[in-house]
């Protein structure tokens, strides 16, 4: 109830003090949290993410011609030679600075359309065909690059200091020693990151992988049920916990079929999702069902994000497992987030993971923000990445650099099924 007009609350309209809306009017919006958002070569964050490997694309998609990707702010070119060797190359040659995506590949490596100079996957220029002979060898000119691996389907780039050279990490959820998985890597969502997202920072996108309130409201009560699955049944209990890798939530649900779901995921620092079965359905008792895919959230610049995955595809008598999809493969009838094409409205009536968190601001503000109690998640991940950032100024290696090629890396994400557990009142 409005107070009545007097001298006192005049100047307002009427409106006392305490009833005035806060107003807008000459606000200032802070910067974003440079050192935990932004990625080019020398910011804190780049500089942590540059530690480790990489993933830039598929290994199926090095064809007969060069692909030109964008990561962590910069512009590369990857290809395939002819006898089979990947390379990782500044995309302008080192002669007049023609962009090598328009190169042509041969059986020793990418030959620059504009005068045809030959680089090597390593990057040294092996021929200079409009120079006089023994040039090439006297200029021994080499053009800047990365290491390159593939792994379980995917190109790996390192593009850190070279003697911090890491291996990659080999988790517990890629062993193909049973024989029972083949590894393939995927672009599940496309050419976007988990649930659709794109334009965007990439930990606005990253740090989602924590919060599962906004499963609950987001993904059910404002858009309705998305899930069909078991973590959109009965009542539950929201935790969050430090892990041996980064920060998991686990969740724990009675169902009301008597049973009960315990579903952990977790971020492991920097940028590795592991996100167990969505659409487990919470009916067969199971113990510790893990992830089925690892997926890297990449940065491609400050304002865009991609993310690329190796799933272990069961196989069946000795073949891929037909009619099997990984486990964070989101597509369905009742979930919109995958129709890239809707309407403005459509994406007002029904918003998902795009709209949510791009709306954030290309960069989120974290000056701007008042975490909660359900923040818990997002809290911790930032501080973990913070530490990370703190160790690699101080020389030292961040956290999941792992050197030991024997080494098997347990991960902490999962849904087990179990009886019905007593939940508490709170």
Not at 244 to 254: F, H, I, P
Not at 317 to 330: A, E
Request: some cysteine; hydrophobic content about 35%.
């Amino acid at each position: 109830m409005r107070r009545p007009l007097t001298a006192a609350n005049a100047g307002t309209g009427g409106i006392s003090v305490e009833d005035a809306m806060k107003s807008a009017y000459g606000r200032t919006v802070p910067a974003p949290r440079i050192e935990l958002t932004h990625v080019e070569a020398g910011s804190p964050m780049g500089e942590v993410l540059r530690r480790y490997w990489q993933p830039v694309c598929l290994s199926e998609e090095l064809t007969d011609v060069p692909k030109k990707v964008r990561i962590l702010c910069e512009d590369l070119v990857v290809f395939r030679t002819g006898d089979g060797e990947v390379g990782c190359l500044d995309p302008h040659c080192a002669h007049r600075g023609s962009s090598l995506e328009y190169g042509r590949i041969e059986k020793s490596g990418i030959r620059c359309c504009y005068h045809g100079w030959l680089y090597s996957p390593e990057g040294r220029v092996l021929e200079m065909p409009c120079e006089a002979a023994g040039t090439c060898e006297r200029m021994s000119v080499e053009q800047p690059g990365y290491p390159v691996k593939e792994f379980g389907g995917l190109v790996f780039v390192y593009m850190g200091p070279p003697d911090k050279q890491p291996l990659l990490p080999q988790f517990d959820v890629l062993d193909t020693s049973k024989g029972n998985v083949q590894l393939r890597g995927a672009r599940i969502w496309g050419d976007y990151a988990i649930g659709y997202v794109r334009d965007c920072n990439w930990l606005q996108h990253y740090e989602n992988v924590v919060d599962p309130w906004h499963v609950l409201v987001l993904h059910q009560a404002i858009s309705g049920d998305q899930f069909e699955s078991a973590m959109m049944q009965g009542r539950g209990e929201i935790s969050f916990e430090p892990t041996t890798l980064g920060v998991r939530y686990k969740m724990t649900k009675a169902l009301p079929n008597g049973n009960s779901l315990v579903r952990c995921s977790e971020c492991v620092v920097p940028n590795i999702a592991l996100i167990p079965n969505i659409r487990e359905k919470g009916v067969e008792l199971i113990e510790e069902d893990r992830c089925s895919d690892v997926t890297w959230v990449v940065p491609i610049d400050n304002e865009h994000v991609m993310a690329l995955s190796i799933v272990a595809w069961p196989l069946e008598n000795g073949k891929l497992k037909p009619d099997w999809r990984p486990g964070t493969d989101t597509i369905s009838d009742i979930r919109p987030g995958h129709e890239t094409a809707r309407s403005y409205r459509e994406r007002q009536l029904r918003p998902d993971d795009l709209e949510a968190q791009e709306s954030q601001r290309p960069i989120a503000i974290h000056a701007l923000e008042r975490l909660a109690g359900s923040d818990v998640g997002v809290v911790r991940l930032r501080r973990l990445l913070a530490e990370q950032v703190k160790k690699v100024e101080l020389g030292e290696d961040p956290m999941n650099v792992f050197r030991d090629p024997n080494q098997r890396i347990k991960t902490n994400a999962w849904n087990s099924v179990v009886k019905q557990l007593e939940l508490s009142d709170s």
